[in-house]
């Protein structure tokens, strides 16, 4: 990242602090929003991170990170390697003055993902045990339809992991209790897969993401009227920006979402300050700008 790159973010993220309280707008097309609810295990963690660190390398912008910290993830990970590594817009620490915040945060993310995935949350998910955040935000996920990939390799007692740790020497009723947790989560919907694969896996299901949306706008296209004048333009709804003692309304990436039409017109208030990451994406989404008076 260079530094005019993350002099931008910081930017941006001051500004998206400022104007918070704001309905949070979807997530653009293309971008993919995901929460990583991270639990207090070491079998597979390294790589895990590595895995989703290289994919934002890959895509950018495409892919915007929100962690959430199980109690006993943030006293065994240091929360702020995982921040950089991953360059998330967002972490929270269970129990940390944030009560709720993983339930907001989860209405803006279009996935989940669980890096470490211990035998403790597979066991609370197997018994339908919510006395955690991170079990909590995985079984409101699929109960919203959002898909869930858990790295297995710190819940699954075959694993290479646990034969390092000499954790292999467990008697068979143990071993099958332990995996019949796993297929339990599995059939609930979490896509369990090893930490090497989670990457991939996770690209994957983006891809797919962004391959209904592309569908989907089409399909919107086609069924639109030929001449522009047989259907008045409809407009997402614009998020409320109070001006206070002159102060200016600031649009950053986040805001566009509300602001652009289903015919790729992005209505911009006059005099509206527009962050230099809301103008790459105007320009790489081929969106015209207009401008109207607020106060019209």
């Excluded at 109690?71 to 590594?85: L, N, V």
Aim: charge should be neutral.
């Amino acid at each position: 990242m260079t530094g005019e790159e993350l002099v931008n973010r910081i930017v941006e993220e001051v500004l998206r602090r400022l104007n918070r309280g704001q309905v949070p707008a979807p997530s653009l097309p293309g971008h993919c929003r995901i929460l990583v609810v991270v639990t207090g295990g070491t079998i597979g963690a390294r790589v895990a991170l590595a895995e989703l660190a290289h994919l934002k390398s890959q895509r950018g912008l495409g892919v915007e990170y929100f962690i959430l910290f199980s109690r006993s993830a943030a006293a065994i990970h240091d929360p702020g390697k995982w921040r950089q590594e991953l360059q998330a817009v967002d972490v929270l620490i269970e129990g940390e003055s944030n009560r709720g915040r993983h339930t907001e945060l989860l209405k803006l993310c279009d996935l989940v993902v669980v890096p470490v995935l211990t035998r403790t949350t597979a066991a609370r998910l197997a018994s339908m045990l919510l006395d955690s955040a991170a079990a909590e935000v995985v079984v409101d996920a699929l109960m919203q339809g959002l898909p869930v990939i858990a790295a297995s390799d710190a819940a699954d007692p075959t694993s290479e992991g646990f034969a390092r740790l000499g954790m292999n020497r467990g008697r068979l009723p143990l071993v099958q209790a332990m995996k019949e947790n796993l297929e339990k989560v599995a059939a609930f919907g979490v896509i369990l897969v090893p930490a090497r694969e989670l990457g991939g896996a996770v690209a994957e299901m983006t891809g797919r993401r962004v391959q209904i949306e592309t569908a989907s706008r089409s399909s919107r296209a086609k069924s639109l009227p030929e001449s522009p004048y047989q259907l008045p333009a409809v407009f997402s709804a614009i998020p409320a920006v109070e001006k206070c003692s002159g102060r200016r309304m600031v649009i950053t990436r986040t805001e566009l979402a509300g602001l652009v039409s289903n015919n790729g017109v992005v209505r911009i208030p006059r005099g509206a300050l527009v962050t230099p990451l809301a103008w790459d994406v105007i320009r790489e989404a081929g969106w015209q700008v207009e401008e109207y008076d607020s106060l019209s």
